[in-house]
Protein backbone atom coordinates (compact mmCIF):
# COMPACT_ATOMS: atom_id res chain seq x y z
CA UNK A 1 0.00 0.00 0.00
CA UNK A 2 1.39 3.25 -0.93
CA UNK A 3 2.76 5.64 2.03
CA UNK A 4 2.16 9.21 2.31
CA UNK A 5 2.85 11.60 5.14
CA UNK A 6 1.15 14.65 6.74
CA UNK A 7 1.59 17.15 9.56
CA UNK A 8 -1.44 16.45 12.38
CA UNK A 9 -2.70 20.05 11.14
CA UNK A 10 -3.72 18.05 7.97
CA UNK A 11 -6.31 15.90 9.80
CA UNK A 12 -9.09 16.72 11.20
CA UNK A 13 -12.23 15.35 11.83
CA UNK A 14 -10.93 11.90 10.75
CA UNK A 15 -10.46 13.57 7.09
CA UNK A 16 -6.89 13.70 5.90
CA UNK A 17 -5.90 16.37 3.41
CA UNK A 18 -2.30 15.55 1.45
CA UNK A 19 -0.49 18.75 -0.47
CA UNK A 20 2.38 19.47 -2.51
CA UNK A 21 4.26 16.98 -4.54
CA UNK A 22 2.75 13.91 -3.33
CA UNK A 23 -0.62 15.15 -5.54
CA UNK A 24 1.13 14.71 -8.07
CA UNK A 25 1.91 11.70 -7.47
CA UNK A 26 -1.10 10.16 -6.21
CA UNK A 27 -2.92 11.51 -9.21
CA UNK A 28 -0.16 11.25 -12.01
CA UNK A 29 2.01 8.54 -11.42
CA UNK A 30 0.39 6.39 -9.63
CA UNK A 31 -3.07 7.04 -10.81
CA UNK A 32 -5.04 6.39 -8.17
CA UNK A 33 -8.28 7.19 -8.13
CA UNK A 34 -11.30 7.70 -5.49
CA UNK A 35 -11.77 5.01 -2.75
CA UNK A 36 -8.18 3.51 -3.60
CA UNK A 37 -6.55 3.29 -0.04
CA UNK A 38 -3.38 4.66 1.01
CA UNK A 39 -1.41 4.48 4.32
CA UNK A 40 -0.64 8.01 5.77
CA UNK A 41 0.96 8.99 8.95
CA UNK A 42 1.22 11.76 10.52
CA UNK A 43 4.82 12.44 11.43
CA UNK A 44 3.98 11.00 15.36
CA UNK A 45 4.47 7.36 15.01
CA UNK A 46 0.36 7.53 14.31
CA UNK A 47 -0.53 5.69 11.00
CA UNK A 48 -3.99 5.30 9.26
CA UNK A 49 -5.72 3.69 6.67
CA UNK A 50 -7.24 6.40 4.23
CA UNK A 51 -9.63 5.91 1.47
CA UNK A 52 -9.69 8.47 -0.84
CA UNK A 53 -12.55 10.73 -1.84
CA UNK A 54 -11.36 13.57 -3.47
CA UNK A 55 -8.56 14.44 -5.73
CA UNK A 56 -8.19 17.80 -7.79
CA UNK A 57 -4.79 19.54 -9.11
CA UNK A 58 -4.12 21.22 -5.72
CA UNK A 59 -5.09 18.63 -2.93
CA UNK A 60 -6.07 14.82 -1.55
CA UNK A 61 -8.64 14.19 0.54
CA UNK A 62 -9.44 10.62 2.44
CA UNK A 63 -11.32 9.50 5.36
CA UNK A 64 -9.65 7.70 7.75
CA UNK A 65 -11.15 4.60 8.19
CA UNK A 66 -8.64 2.28 10.30
CA UNK A 67 -5.88 2.94 12.64
CA UNK A 68 -2.74 1.25 12.81
CA UNK A 69 -1.91 0.12 16.15
CA UNK A 70 1.50 -0.46 15.05
CA UNK A 71 4.50 1.66 16.90
CA UNK A 72 7.37 1.55 13.97
CA UNK A 73 9.90 3.62 16.45
CA UNK A 74 12.78 2.70 17.84
CA UNK A 75 12.63 3.94 21.83
CA UNK A 76 16.75 4.49 20.70
CA UNK A 77 16.95 8.62 19.59
CA UNK A 78 20.13 8.36 17.60
CA UNK A 79 21.48 11.23 15.99
CA UNK A 80 24.22 10.74 13.42
CA UNK A 81 26.95 13.75 12.70
CA UNK A 82 28.10 12.44 9.70
CA UNK A 83 31.43 13.74 8.29
CA UNK A 84 30.69 15.23 4.45
CA UNK A 85 32.09 12.78 1.99
CA UNK A 86 32.76 12.93 -1.68
CA UNK A 87 30.23 12.67 -4.40
CA UNK A 88 26.74 11.40 -3.87
CA UNK A 89 27.96 8.77 -0.90
CA UNK A 90 25.73 11.55 1.39
CA UNK A 91 22.95 10.49 -0.81
CA UNK A 92 23.44 6.73 0.14
CA UNK A 93 24.41 7.19 3.93
CA UNK A 94 20.77 9.40 4.66
CA UNK A 95 18.82 6.98 2.83
CA UNK A 96 20.24 3.66 4.75
CA UNK A 97 20.42 5.61 7.94
CA UNK A 98 16.66 6.26 7.57
CA UNK A 99 16.64 3.00 7.26
CA UNK A 100 17.86 2.01 9.96
CA UNK A 101 15.95 4.45 12.57
CA UNK A 102 17.96 7.10 13.30
CA UNK A 103 16.08 10.25 14.22
CA UNK A 104 18.19 12.84 13.00
CA UNK A 105 21.57 13.55 10.49
CA UNK A 106 23.64 16.24 10.34
CA UNK A 107 26.14 16.95 7.30
CA UNK A 108 29.09 18.06 9.20
CA UNK A 109 32.55 19.75 7.86
CA UNK A 110 35.75 18.40 9.87
CA UNK A 111 39.20 19.51 9.20
CA UNK A 112 39.85 17.11 6.55
CA UNK A 113 36.48 17.60 5.00
CA UNK A 114 37.59 17.36 1.18
CA UNK A 115 34.02 18.69 0.12
CA UNK A 116 34.13 22.53 0.99
CA UNK A 117 30.28 24.08 0.52
CA UNK A 118 30.63 28.16 0.73
CA UNK A 119 27.80 28.95 -1.52
CA UNK A 120 24.51 29.05 0.71
CA UNK A 121 22.24 28.56 -2.34
CA UNK A 122 24.14 25.26 -3.17
CA UNK A 123 24.08 24.37 0.57
CA UNK A 124 20.26 24.89 0.56
CA UNK A 125 19.86 22.84 -2.75
CA UNK A 126 21.52 20.18 -1.09
CA UNK A 127 19.62 20.02 2.17
CA UNK A 128 16.41 20.24 -0.06
CA UNK A 129 17.66 16.93 -2.04
CA UNK A 130 18.58 15.13 1.75
CA UNK A 131 15.18 15.60 3.17
CA UNK A 132 13.68 14.11 -0.28
CA UNK A 133 16.32 11.22 0.23
CA UNK A 134 14.63 10.79 4.06
CA UNK A 135 10.84 10.75 3.31
CA UNK A 136 11.22 8.58 0.62
CA UNK A 137 13.53 6.51 2.39
CA UNK A 138 11.14 6.82 4.99
CA UNK A 139 7.86 5.43 3.10
CA UNK A 140 10.23 2.95 1.69
CA UNK A 141 10.81 1.56 5.48
CA UNK A 142 7.21 2.29 6.76
CA UNK A 143 8.80 4.68 9.58
CA UNK A 144 6.05 6.33 11.91
CA UNK A 145 8.50 9.60 11.23
CA UNK A 146 10.47 11.59 8.48
CA UNK A 147 14.20 11.82 10.40
CA UNK A 148 14.94 15.64 10.97
CA UNK A 149 17.72 16.90 8.28
CA UNK A 150 19.85 19.83 9.08
CA UNK A 151 21.73 22.71 7.83
CA UNK A 152 25.68 22.10 7.72
CA UNK A 153 27.58 22.08 10.77
CA UNK A 154 31.28 22.53 11.26
CA UNK A 155 32.94 20.00 13.74
CA UNK A 156 33.45 22.77 16.24
CA UNK A 157 29.96 23.77 16.63
CA UNK A 158 28.80 19.98 16.44
CA UNK A 159 30.93 19.61 19.50
CA UNK A 160 29.97 22.86 21.46
CA UNK A 161 26.33 21.83 20.72
CA UNK A 162 26.92 18.43 22.13
CA UNK A 163 28.44 19.83 25.28
CA UNK A 164 25.13 21.63 26.18
CA UNK A 165 22.92 18.21 26.41
CA UNK A 166 23.29 15.05 28.46
CA UNK A 167 23.49 12.70 25.15
CA UNK A 168 25.59 9.62 25.35
CA UNK A 169 28.43 10.37 22.36
CA UNK A 170 30.43 7.90 20.43
CA UNK A 171 33.11 8.41 18.05
CA UNK A 172 34.41 5.42 15.93
CA UNK A 173 38.16 6.22 15.61
CA UNK A 174 40.78 4.51 13.07
CA UNK A 175 43.30 4.54 15.71
CA UNK A 176 41.50 3.38 18.96
CA UNK A 177 42.55 -0.28 18.87
CA UNK A 178 41.62 -1.44 22.00
CA UNK A 179 37.88 0.15 23.31
CA UNK A 180 34.87 -1.23 20.96
CA UNK A 181 31.03 -0.14 21.74
CA UNK A 182 30.59 -3.00 24.21
CA UNK A 183 32.94 -1.50 26.26
CA UNK A 184 31.03 2.01 26.55
CA UNK A 185 27.04 0.91 25.85
CA UNK A 186 26.19 -0.26 29.34
CA UNK A 187 26.69 3.69 30.53
CA UNK A 188 23.46 4.76 28.21
CA UNK A 189 20.85 5.63 30.65
CA UNK A 190 18.32 7.51 28.67
CA UNK A 191 18.74 5.81 24.82
CA UNK A 192 19.57 9.55 23.97
CA UNK A 193 23.01 8.83 21.25
CA UNK A 194 25.47 10.45 19.25
CA UNK A 195 27.38 9.21 16.68
CA UNK A 196 29.94 11.12 15.08
CA UNK A 197 31.98 10.03 11.99
CA UNK A 198 34.76 11.60 10.43
CA UNK A 199 35.06 11.96 6.27
CA UNK A 200 37.54 9.87 4.05
CA UNK A 201 40.87 11.55 5.49
CA UNK A 202 39.77 11.17 9.33
CA UNK A 203 39.99 12.93 12.25
CA UNK A 204 42.50 15.42 13.19
CA UNK A 205 43.93 15.20 16.79
CA UNK A 206 43.11 18.60 17.51
CA UNK A 207 39.39 17.04 16.90
CA UNK A 208 39.89 13.92 18.75
CA UNK A 209 40.83 15.86 21.59
CA UNK A 210 38.42 18.27 21.69
CA UNK A 211 35.74 15.23 21.47
CA UNK A 212 37.11 13.59 24.55
CA UNK A 213 37.13 16.40 26.27
CA UNK A 214 33.51 16.75 26.21
CA UNK A 215 33.35 13.31 27.53
CA UNK A 216 32.79 11.19 24.14
CA UNK A 217 34.07 7.64 24.17
CA UNK A 218 36.14 6.79 21.91
CA UNK A 219 35.74 3.28 20.24
CA UNK A 220 37.27 0.80 17.47
CA UNK A 221 34.86 -0.69 15.08
CA UNK A 222 37.47 -3.97 14.87
CA UNK A 223 40.50 -4.28 13.02
CA UNK A 224 39.35 -3.51 9.52
CA UNK A 225 39.26 0.42 8.08
CA UNK A 226 35.81 1.10 7.56
CA UNK A 227 34.96 3.86 4.95
CA UNK A 228 32.98 7.00 6.59
CA UNK A 229 29.80 5.45 4.31
CA UNK A 230 30.33 2.28 6.26
CA UNK A 231 31.29 3.02 9.79
CA UNK A 232 28.26 5.31 10.40
CA UNK A 233 26.07 2.61 9.23
CA UNK A 234 27.47 -0.30 11.50
CA UNK A 235 27.86 1.90 14.11
CA UNK A 236 23.63 2.74 14.27
CA UNK A 237 22.99 -1.30 13.75
CA UNK A 238 25.61 -2.28 16.77
CA UNK A 239 24.01 0.31 18.43
CA UNK A 240 20.50 -0.83 17.91
CA UNK A 241 21.49 -4.27 18.35
CA UNK A 242 22.78 -3.89 21.78
CA UNK A 243 20.34 -1.71 22.75
CA UNK A 244 17.15 -3.82 21.95
CA UNK A 245 15.39 -1.89 19.25
CA UNK A 246 12.12 -2.13 20.68
CA UNK A 247 10.66 -0.59 17.14
CA UNK A 248 11.36 -4.41 15.67
CA UNK A 249 8.41 -6.31 15.18
Do not use: W
Not at 118 to 127: A, F, L, R
Amino acid sequence: MNRFFVSKKDIENDIVTIKSDDVKHIKNVLRLKKSDEISVCDNTDNEYIVKIINITNEEVKGNIIKEINIKRESNINITLYQGFPKSSKMDMIIQKATELGVKKIVPVITDRTIVKIKDQKKENKKIDRFKKIAIEASKQSKRGIIPEVTSIMSIDEVIEEIDKNSSFTIVPYEDENKLGIKSFICEVENKNINIIIGPEGGFTEREISKLKNIDSRIVSLGPRILRTETAGLTTIAIIMYELGDIGVV
